[in-house]
């Protein structure tokens, strides 16, 4: 049973490019969230997609962007980089819950400089 | 309003002694809790959850945490160290809020291992 992949895992980008990430979740999950993780500090709620719609957003401005596929799998957009942008970015996949909060399982991340 | 505390950012262990990480959180609703481990350059690996069952939780590696709801406290607790458990811990609540899976890090702890 595959876990959450993401790609690629190392990215270099330099500032004012696009850059696009990607993430699959584990077999039989639904929901993907994003998260960016600033080295040294805890992961940061960028966004959360169920049924290809974003259902909840972090404070991120609208230059970080996403889409949910069919099969559930989901992309990460980020227009305009910034230097801050540099991060490591985390997918997590779960079940869309009706009752008690859902696990969620992380993918191994995405790591993005921005130069 | 939502927060998560975790009260050390370093802690320094030596191998074979007891492991304590504390946490202290607040949510204005029934929150589950999660404790993450994060490898050096790794994505972040479930350690284990609280979701109303037992307060005891067990989970891998030999880890355990207890939900205190008097003390809002969910410490991490292992009675030996291994070598192998240094790396990054988090501390996650989550709750429902309108219909929509709230999550919030803490901004983790680093355990050392001495040999």
């Known amino acids: 049973d595959a876990g959450v992949t993401q790609s690629p895992t190392h990215l270099i980008k330099t500032r004012g490019q696009q850059v696009t990430l990607r993430c699959s979740p584990k077999?039989?999950?639904?929901?993907v969230s994003w998260y960016q993780q600033a080295l040294g500090q805890g992961p940061q709620f960028i966004f959360q997609?169920?049924?290809?719609?974003e259902r909840q957003r972090g404070n991120f401005p609208d230059r970080f962007s996403g889409h949910q596929f069919p099969n559930y799998s989901s992309e990460l957009n980020v227009n305009a980089l910034l230097l801050g942008d540099s991060a490591l970015y985390l997918c997590?996949?779960?079940?869309w819950g009706g009752g008690a909060p859902e696990t969620q399982y992380f993918g191994p991340g995405t790591r993005l400089l921005v130069l | 309003a939502q927060s998560v505390t975790q009260l050390d950012s370093h802690v320094s262990v030596s191998e074979g002694t007891p492991v304590l990480l504390r946490c202290n959180y607040s949510?204005?609703?029934?929150?589950?809790l999660f404790w993450y481990v994060q490898h050096p350059n790794k994505g972040l690996q479930l350690l284990l959850k609280?979701?109303?069952?037992?307060?005891l939780v067990k989970g891998i590696n030999g880890f355990e945490a207890e939900f205190k709801k008097s003390e809002t406290s969910f410490h991490l607790t292992k009675p030996s160290a291994h070598m192998s458990d240094a790396a990054e811990y988090f501390c996650?609540?989550?709750?429902?809020?309108?219909?929509?899976?709230?999550?919030?890090f803490g901004t983790g702890t680093k355990l050392q291992v001495i040999p």
């Open positions: 949510s204005s609703y029934s929150p589950s």
């Open positions: 997609y169920y049924e290809e719609e």
């Open positions: 997590a996949s779960s079940l």
């Open positions: 996650v609540v989550t709750a429902l809020s309108g219909g929509y899976q709230k999550v919030t």
């Open positions: 077999s039989g999950h639904d929901t």
């Open positions: 609280y979701t109303s069952a037992a307060t």
